[in-house]
């Protein structure tokens, strides 16, 4: 769980680039890393030669309404503990009906205990994102590399339209839009994401 600042956790990556690579390099980020590689990119220019940003905050849209409820001590806490009960006891009839073998598999041996710290990370990992989002869309206007903005028109977590508008925000950002993907592209389509990376790489800084 982030404990510390965009800025304070971007300056660490950073720290690890400067001490293992040479020269800039390509960062792929999803999701909430999405709005860490934009920090970085922005305070380091330097360190990163592109960006390729997967399903990931910053557009105008990518915060809804359910991360502000998420977000609230108290309707946040209820909420997940409502959704962790019905996940409880439901998800062994709804794993046998999925197309998943994995999760068919995987959900009856999944322990209380750890959903209940997935729980108590993703609340805290709200509450952190509602203090950083005016700060993500200050910087976005101060990213100038190359930035690939991968969306899914399934996601549900961050909507293609957020997508649409950090792509257009970004000086050199360009959309890549994936057909029949929702908000884990990385796991779902690697093959596209690794295309994209690869890319970016091959470009001349």
């Given amino acids: 769980m982030p404990a510390e600042p965009f800025d304070v956790q971007a300056d660490l990556f950073a720290q690890l680039i400067t001490s293992r690579a040479a020269g800039p390099v390509v960062v792929v980020g999803h999701s909430y890393g999405g709005g860490l590689a ?19 905050l910053g557009g105008k849209g990518s915060v809804t309404l359910g991360d502000w409820l998420l977000a609230a001590p108290l309707l946040g806490g209820i909420a997940s503990a409502l959704t962790l009960g019905v996940y409880e ?23 209380t205990s750890v959903l209940s710290q997935q729980r108590t990370t993703f609340l805290a990992e709200q509450r952190f994102l509602m203090k950083e989002r005016k700060e993500l869309d200050k910087i976005l206007d101060t990213v100038h ?13 961050i909507p293609r339209e957020a997508a649409v508008d950090l792509a ?38």
């Fill in 89 to 111: 006891h439901f998800a062994p009839t709804l794993a046998r009906f999925s197309r998943s073998g994995a999760l068919a598999a995987n959900v009856p041996t999944v322990p």
């Fill in 38 to 56: 934009l920090f970085l990119a922005a305070r380091h220019p330097d360190l990163v030669k592109g960006l390729v940003l997967v399903a990931s």
């Fill in 168 to 205: 257009a925000r970004l000086s050199n950002g360009r959309l890549v839009e994936i057909p029949g993907q929702g908000h884990l592209i990385p796991r779902d389509a690697p093959d596209a994401v690794a295309q994209e990376v690869l890319e970016l790489v091959a470009t001349p800084v």
């Fill in 145 to 157: 590399c190359p930035a690939t903005v991968i969306t899914g028109d399934r996601d549900l977590i």
